[in-house]
């Protein structure tokens, strides 16, 4: 894809969008990809990235309303929380609506131009 | 002006769109900052780029419709071209469809993401 003869791609396009670094975007494409709630552990294992950026990603991917967090109760008792995107529906809306506002701010230049 | 945190700037989204080159859109804009019909022979000297230069990207501006050339009949007989920029509305308005078309594949795309 192209905008003003700059190559753009779509996974740039997005991580501007929603304002996240690469290791942050690298995770949440990760959690994109999975249908089922995870922990922190089983997606640092799936991403080969350490426990402390997965876990630095994925509170800030929560901050955002971008991932949804779960607290399972042990059978033993105590508890740990599990992951998984938020509504995928409502995101591509959000990237969407933001892209939407990028072009509103070139045309409204050239309306004036 | 971003988009996709790119840097563009309105000089680029303009020349693109219309598909110029650098000295194309020089001559084009010095055009644009006239209101007076003017000789080849004027603007090479407004613009400071050579005749041939300033000749050549005259024609493809005619040619695309976004500069107009008049005929005028010199007095002592014989003729020379003026020129002047096409229809300032319809120029921008030409750019603003251009770049609405970008903005629509970035969102096309964005659907099926």
Do not use: P
Request: hydrophobic residues 35%.
């Amino acid at each position: 894809m192209e905008f003003a003869c700059k190559q753009i791609d779509l996974d740039e396009v997005v991580k501007c969008s929603l304002g996240l670094t690469r290791a942050e975007y690298r995770v949440f494409k990760k959690y994109m990809a999975l249908k089922n709630q995870v922990t922190l552990a089983d997606l640092s294992k799936k991403t080969g990235l350490d426990r402390t950026t997965v876990q630095k990603a994925s509170l800030k991917l929560v901050e955002r309303g971008l991932l949804s967090r779960f607290q399972h109760n042990r059978a033993r008792g105590g508890y740990e929380f599990f992951y998984s995107i938020a509504d995928r529906k409502e995101i591509r809306s959000k990237v969407r609506t933001i892209v939407r506002s990028w072009w509103e701010t070139v045309d409204d230049n050239l309306q004036y131009w």
